[in-house]
């Protein structure tokens, strides 16, 4: 599984979570707005995973040379893609799908 799949089930089972509560009669007015704001922070989510994806794309389409057909490679074009997506997946360390090389590197 890799991380962009680990994500999107992730934000579905949030989804289907607050979805779930927003359905219960007995649910607070601050627990409505919770879980609203979640559902928000779910679509928001999903947009950003579909923009990162998009950068990745470009960046690996970017690494052909159109013009004198050389092949170069630059991993620090798509370097920030992956940690971006690995930092998303941070809230959900517990879960047992979890992978450690998703652990973002210690900052300087």
Not at 3 to 8: A, I, K, P, Q, Y
Not at 51 to 70: F, K, M
Request: glycine share 2%; net charge negative.
């Amino acid at each position: 599984m890799d991380v962009v799949e680990f994500l999107s089930e992730r934000i579905d089972e949030d989804e289907a979570a607050a979805l779930k509560l927003l359905r219960d009669p007995l649910v607070s007015e601050s627990g409505r707005w919770y879980e609203q704001r979640l559902l928000c922070e779910c679509a928001a989510k999903r947009r950003l995973i579909a923009i990162i994806e998009l950068a990745r794309q470009a960046a690996l389409a970017r690494v052909v040379d159109t013009v004198s057909g050389d092949i170069r490679w630059i991993p620090e074009a798509i370097e920030w893609t992956s940690l971006a997506l690995n930092a998303l997946a941070l809230p959900y360390t517990d879960h047992p799908d979890f992978q450690d090389n998703w652990h973002l590197p210690e900052q300087a």
